[in-house]
């Protein structure tokens, strides 16, 4: 069983920047892919970006290509999240999460294994 804690949330204004980290223990997550995913209020949970297994493969929700950036430390079993010019719109509490294979996917029955998240609040 793999416990995630994800960190690095909290108020910003628009424009602004923060760094995500989620720090995995309990097993190694290095052979799988890795997402994060957000949930605004009132809204489903959607995703956001995955890398794979190695990190030389990601993929981003449109909402935040060119803004946010995934990548992952196999050696310290850690994913993070780079978002830059942060909206409003990014509001949400953002969830990492472990994919049941080495294959990045932007769909949210793939992954089995959850944080419990992190608050992003972005004022205008």
């Known amino acids: 069983q793999v416990q995630l804690v994800e960190s690095g949330g909290g108020l910003v204004q628009a424009g602004g920047s923060l760094r995500l980290s989620c720090a995995a223990s309990?097993?190694?997550?290095?052979?799988?892919?890795l997402g994060w995913f957000r949930q605004a209020p009132g809204k489903e949970r959607e995703f956001v970006a995955s890398?794979?297994?190695?990190?030389?493969?990601?993929t981003y929700a449109d909402s935040v290509k060119g803004r946010f950036t995934i990548s992952r430390d196999n050696a310290k079993n850690t994913l993070y999240l780079q978002m830059n010019s942060l909206k409003p719109e990014d509001t949400a509490v953002y969830y990492c999460a472990v994919s049941r294979t080495s294959v990045l996917s932007t769909r949210r029955y793939d992954y089995d294994s959850w944080g419990q998240g992190t608050q992003v609040t972005v004022s205008s």
């Open positions: 309990g097993r190694t997550v290095s052979i799988y892919a």
């Open positions: 890398i794979n297994w190695s990190g030389d493969s990601t």
